[in-house]
């Protein structure tokens, strides 16, 4: 054997060509791409565990679209092309996916495109469905629904009673619920949080701090003031029944074991619907709790949000975003536009000339949206109020639990009040009308694998894995049914 080492002759195999004789080839070679890439955001930054997830489960499902649904078999992610994109999104609308659900993973794939090299190749949902309605490429935000409010009150739902209804449920689920009043939590937030250690009362400052791990949206850090007597007084509430190292969720399963952030979530959706709270019921969720804490938010600094009818003209311009900026800060989002997008909408543009000459009070709602805007009890705009007089003005502190229930609204700002029980509630409709059964299927029962399955059934099938669900019935790939939860 010659000890010299012999050049290849070419002969030899490339591991590129070894992966195109592979069926899963396709996978590693995507696998490479996510691990060069996915854990840093287009900004720099160091994306979040759960953004890293996302991403990946958006760029796989498509994989398998690709290759078990529409008979592309893509062995190169290199090369994929505009063509790709537009039969993934046309099956995508005929599936019945959500206008929101398809901007998000058609920003997925754009990003994934870009990162092999093709920025601009994926174009916008309009572009590729251009025939289809406004409702169904566009997101759903505020204006979408002209500006109605996502708040329990302007919903016609008593929030006091709704807490006295979930503290006799569990006292840890109140406390829960009253906490995302008073700070506009989300669910997975509210859940995480410690209150004695978030509390930075005790080095001066009347603030809680929302810590990264306290499962803050995107790992961003937020510093919410204490602006309202019932925040200090629900905050206090859930020190008193809170050991001083744990979080505000469940500590033990009902078998006992510890419980850990899946089971306290599945555990306040379960008492939530007990609560009768879902979309398909009251219009509103449970993340209504945030929407509410964002109408009080711009209440107390002044402005009338557009969901309680507010106007454009009830200030100038120039203050009115620098209020809205603060309410921002506070929900934890870098821009205004996101939280009136989500949250309490814009009122429509009017004549700039007239900006500033119609005062806040005469802006105000009736008292169908759960508001009655005194605007001679509203402090003037830039009138600056101390947290210590809010208090000493709602007199003495609740005793118990009894007494924090009953001062939610006596506490908030001057607007907000008690909805009407006289009149009905509004009746809410499914977020997603994409859950839509043939009309075969409607008729006859479902059968699968010698078994006949019950129409209940079938429907839950949209809950199971993509190779998993039923053929016959038109689906949602991705996303939630109506009246899940959501967390914006």
């Avoid at 016609?156 to 006799?168: H, N, R, T």
């Avoid at 406390?175 to 669910?187: C, D």
């Avoid at 699968?448 to 053929?471: C, E, I, M, N």
Wanted: charged letters at 30%; glycine letters at 8%; a positive charge.
């Amino acid at each position: 054997m010659s000890r010299y080492k012999l050049r290849s002759t070419g002969s030899e195999p490339r591991v590129d060509d070894t992966l195109d004789n592979d069926p899963d080839g396709w996978r590693k070679r995507v696998d490479a791409i996510l691990q060069a890439n996915i854990r840093r955001r287009v900004n720099g930054r160091v994306a979040a565990h759960r953004t890293v997830e996302h991403n990946t489960t958006v760029i796989f499902c498509a994989f398998d679209t690709w290759h078990n649904k529409l008979n592309h078999k893509v062995k190169k992610p290199q090369n994929l092309t505009e063509r790709h994109v537009q039969v993934l999104v046309r099956y995508w609308y005929e599936q019945g996916k959500a206008a929101s659900t398809m901007n998000n993973d058609l920003s997925v794939i754009r990003k994934f495109y870009g990162w092999m090299g093709k920025k601009g190749v994926v174009r916008s949902l309009r572009d590729y469905l251009p025939d289809a309605p406004v409702e169904r490429v566009e997101r759903r935000n505020m204006a979408a629904t002209g500006n109605r409010s996502k708040s329990w009150s302007a919903n016609g739902i008593d929030v006091e009673k709704k807490l006295q209804e979930a503290f006799a449920l569990d006292e840890r689920f109140g406390i829960i619920l009253a906490m995302q009043f008073a700070f506009g939590y989300r669910r997975k937030e509210t859940i995480s949080i410690r209150p004695w250690i978030n509390d930075l009362r005790a080095v001066g400052q009347n603030a809680f701090m929302m810590y990264e791990r306290d499962g803050t949206k995107g790992g961003r850090q937020r510093l919410i003031r204490l602006e309202f007597p019932f925040q200090v007084w629900a905050l206090d509430y859930a020190k008193s029944r809170i050991p001083k190292r744990a979080h505000l969720g469940w500590q033990k399963t009902r078998r006992g074991q510890d419980a850990k952030l899946p089971y306290s979530l599945e555990r306040y959706k379960e008492y939530m619907k007990k609560l009768g709270i879902s979309r398909r019921d009251v219009f509103v969720t449970g993340h209504g709790g945030r929407a509410e804490y964002a109408e009080n938010c711009a209440l107390l600094r002044g402005f009338v949000p557009a969901s309680l009818g507010g106007k454009a003209n009830q200030m100038p311009r120039e203050d009115l975003e620098i209020l809205e900026k603060q309410v921002s800060e506070n929900l934890g989002h870098s821009r205004a536009r996101i939280t009136r997008d989500s949250y309490y909408g814009s009122p429509p543009n009017t004549d700039p000339q007239t900006a500033g000459s119609e005062s806040p009070g005469e802006s105000g709602s009736g008292a169908s949206t759960g508001i009655v805007d005194n605007a001679t009890q509203r402090a003037p705009v830039g009138t600056v109020t101390s947290l210590e007089e809010r208090l000493a003005a709602a007199g003495e502190a609740p005793k118990g639990v009894l007494d924090l229930i009953g001062s939610y609204y006596r506490t908030m700002p001057a607007g907000r009040v008690r909805p009407d029980p006289s009149k009905p509630l509004v009746r809410g409709v499914g977020r997603f009308a994409a859950k839509v059964v043939n009309e075969r299927v409607k008729a006859e029962p479902v059968k699968r694998k010698g078994t006949v399955k019950s129409r209940q059934h079938a429907d839950r099938q949209l809950r199971l894995p993509f190779r998993d669900r039923l053929p016959t019935i038109t689906r949602v790939t991705r996303g939630k049914s109506p009246g899940d939860d959501v967390d914006d």
